[in-house]
T-cell receptor, first 114, second 113 residues
Framework: GAGVSQSPSNKVTEKGKDVELRCDPI?????LYWYRQSLGQGLEFLIY????????KSGLPSDRFSAERTGGSVSTLTIQRTQQEDSAVYLC????????????FGQGTRLTVV | DQQVKQNSPSLSVQEGRISILNCDYT??????FLWYKKYPAEGPTFLIS???IKDKNEDGRFTVFLNKSAKHLSLHIVPSQPGDSAVYFC????????????WGLGTSLAVNP
């Protein structure tokens, strides 16, 4: 596709279950970001992948959160043992990374933990 | 430590008037700045950018000004339209950290008819 694709668009899960959120970046984009936005809050940085560099995981809020980027393309954000405070919109963005270009965002996954 | 600060969480402006959204930063390694607009239930979309070697960039109704010595930038929207009502995010590209994008918390703009 032409843009960043995220799936699912909505996810309702029970507290304590694990969830996986998927991001398909724009082809050729070496940089990939995960953010989350809780109701009424700004963009909270989670993790940043840039080419073959070690990912910047400094924004992950706890060890229940992890992310992978396979083959430098698709990324999966995994939340284990979900808690109600994990409810938010999870946004993925990608960019060319090496030059002054903008990042393109997906539409996000709205996660609701009940 | 917030490297990009948008100190006004919200702003209300009359249609036709100028909207000025401000952004301050602390990281001198930012070499590029971007503004994004976000509507509810949508991902942020790119609006306008500016290189750190410039002090102004204009695109239609949108102009971004950069005062590098003050580490301050602003987005001007002239004239403001009701459709401009959205949350505006300022971001800096960190040349010293693998070109990572660092974001402000956003300013919610309401343009009243």
């Amino acid at each position: 596709g032409a843009g960043v694709s995220q799936s699912p668009s909505n996810k309702v899960t029970e507290k304590g279950k694990d969830v996986e959120l998927r991001c398909d970046p724009i082809s050729g984009h070496t940089a990939l970001y995960w953010y989350r936005q809780s109701l009424g809050q700004g963009l909270e940085f989670l993790i940043y992948f840039q080419g073959n560099s070690a990912p910047d995981k400094s924004g992950l809020p706890s060890d229940r959160f992890s992310a992978e980027r396979t083959g430098g393309s698709v990324s999966t954000l995994t939340i284990q043992r979900t808690q109600q405070e994990d409810s938010a919109v999870y946004l993925c963005a990608s960019s060319l990374g090496h030059s002054n270009t903008e990042a393109f965002f997906g539409q996000g996954t709205r996660l609701t933990v009940v | 430590d917030q490297q990009v600060k948008q100190n006004s969480p919200s702003l209300s402006v009359q249609e036709g008037r100028i909207s000025i959204l401000n952004c301050d930063y602390t990281n001198s390694m930012f070499d590029y700045f971007l503004w994004y607009k976000k509507y509810p239930a949508e991902g942020p979309t790119f609006l306008i950018s500016i290189s750190s070697i410039k002090d102004k960039n204009e695109d239609g109704r949108f102009t971004v000004f950069l005062n590098k010595s003050a580490k301050h930038l602003s987005l001007h929207i002239v004239p403001s339209q009701p459709g401009d009502s959205a949350v505006y995010f300022c971001a800096g590209l960190d040349a010293g950290n693998n070109r990572k994008l660092i974001w402000g918390l956003g300013t919610s703009l309401a343009v009243n008819p």
